[in-house]
């Protein structure tokens, strides 16, 4: 499956940005989907999952209560909606698929990567 995010921009610190990553190339119901995040100098980590049909969620806790993760299947697209975003929100934001779902994943976890999303937020 190849997928491919959008979504990323520059946002002043409390404001809002909605990420978008499309998948094509299989059957998109058949794979769970994640959004991981790379700040500069640091390690990959994950920010959100949900599962094929969208049933079961999970956050990391930085960013739960304030970032949905949500998908259509339909249009073959995951979301990550940000809300009160924080200067340490700043990275490179990738969505990631697996056939099988967890409600947090590691880097090795994952078994296919899109091509990351700037996000950075000002103070």
């Known amino acids: 499956v190849q997928l491919q995010a959008s979504g990323g921009g520059l946002v002043q610190a409390g404001g809002s940005l909605r990420l978008s990553c499309v998948a094509s190339?299989?059957?998109?119901?058949?794979?769970?989907m994640s959004w991981f995040r790379q700040a500069p100098g640091k390690e990959r980590e994950f920010v959100a999952a949900?599962?094929?049909?969208?049933?079961?969620?999970g956050y990391s806790d930085s960013v739960k209560g304030r970032f949905t993760i949500s998908r259509d299947n339909a249009k073959n697209t995951v979301y990550l909606q940000m809300n009160s975003l924080k200067p340490e929100d700043t990275a490179v934001y990738y969505c990631a698929a697996d056939k099988y779902y967890r409600s947090e994943y590691s880097s090795d976890d994952v078994d296919y990567w899109g091509k990351g999303t700037q996000v950075t937020v000002s103070s």
């Open positions: 190339g299989d059957t998109f119901s058949n794979y769970a």
């Open positions: 949900i599962a094929w049909r969208g049933s079961s969620t």
